[in-house]
């Protein structure tokens, strides 16, 4: 079955959707400004117009999957690929997902990480975006470019609803088209 998405109406302005984070001074440790996205989550207006301006910006592209990220790109990327009409597929940390898996470790500033997806998720050609709630140093979102790539996605696209511009994330990212609802310079 290939029902179309619904119209959304275009050109939805998202800047009044940052009166809805809260700013939490120094978390997780001293000097750090901290942008808490869960009183944008529990204002039902407000999460709808996320949803709906991120699915506005896809609507075009005859997404198949949207990829989320553990744990919070599993908050906007079911939602995101139920308003695209698309599957959505969860990438997660190592050991949890039960069938045979495919892995990638990255670097952090101080150690790795390593994300995880099943092997049979994503067939090659599937047209697929990556959803995550923010974009700071990219290195979560450039993981997930390399694990969709090997499993033969063709990647559409990368979407935010925060994305931190003086951490320059979005760098790590070239050849890949960033979309990212609001932006903080500091």
Same mark, same amino acid.
């Given at each position: 079955?290939?029902?179309?998405?619904?119209?959304?109406?275009?050109? =939805?302005?998202?800047?009044?959707?940052?009166?809805?984070?809260?700013?939490?001074?120094?978390?997780? +440790?001293?000097?750090?400004?901290?942008?808490?996205?869960?009183?944008?989550?529990?204002?039902?207006?407000?999460?709808?117009?996320? =949803?709906?301006?991120?699915?506005?910006?896809?609507?075009?592209?005859?997404?198949?999957?949207?990829?989320?990220?553990?744990?919070?790109?599993?908050?906007?990327?079911?939602?995101?690929?139920?308003?695209?009409?698309?599957?959505?597929?969860?990438?997660?940390?190592?050991? +949890?997902?039960?069938?045979?898996?495919? %892995?990638?470790?990255?670097?952090?500033?101080?150690?790795?990480?390593?994300?995880?997806?099943? %092997?049979?998720?994503?067939?090659?050609?599937?047209?697929?975006?990556?959803?995550?709630?923010?974009?700071?140093?990219?290195?979560?979102?450039?993981?997930?470019?390399?694990?969709?790539?090997?499993?033969?996605?063709? =990647?559409?696209?990368?979407?935010?609803?925060?994305?931190?511009?003086?951490? +320059?994330?979005?760098? %790590?990212?070239?050849?890949?088209?960033?979309?990212?609802?609001?932006?903080?310079? +500091?």
């Amino acid at each position: 079955m290939s029902a179309k998405p619904l119209p959304i109406s275009s050109n =939805i302005n998202c800047e009044p959707l940052k009166a809805l984070i809260r700013e939490v001074q120094d978390f997780p +440790k001293a000097g750090i400004l901290f942008y808490d996205i869960t009183t944008l989550l529990k204002d039902k207006r407000g999460f709808a117009a996320l =949803i709906d301006a991120l699915a506005e910006h896809y609507l075009d592209k005859d997404i198949d999957l949207v990829l989320g990220m553990e744990a919070r790109g599993f908050i906007f990327g079911p939602a995101l690929a139920y308003r695209l009409n698309a599957g959505f597929v969860p990438v997660r940390k190592p050991g +949890k997902l039960p069938a045979a898996t495919t %892995k990638y470790d990255y670097a952090l500033e101080y150690g790795t990480n390593t994300l995880e997806v099943h %092997k049979d998720a994503i067939q090659k050609g599937q047209r697929v975006i990556i959803v995550d709630d923010l974009l700071a140093t990219g290195g979560t979102a450039e993981a997930t470019t390399h694990l969709a790539s090997s499993l033969g996605a063709e =990647i559409c696209g990368l979407g935010f609803v925060v994305e931190l511009d003086f951490l +320059k994330g979005r760098e %790590k990212l070239k050849g890949y088209e960033v979309f990212s609802l609001l932006h903080y310079e +500091k």
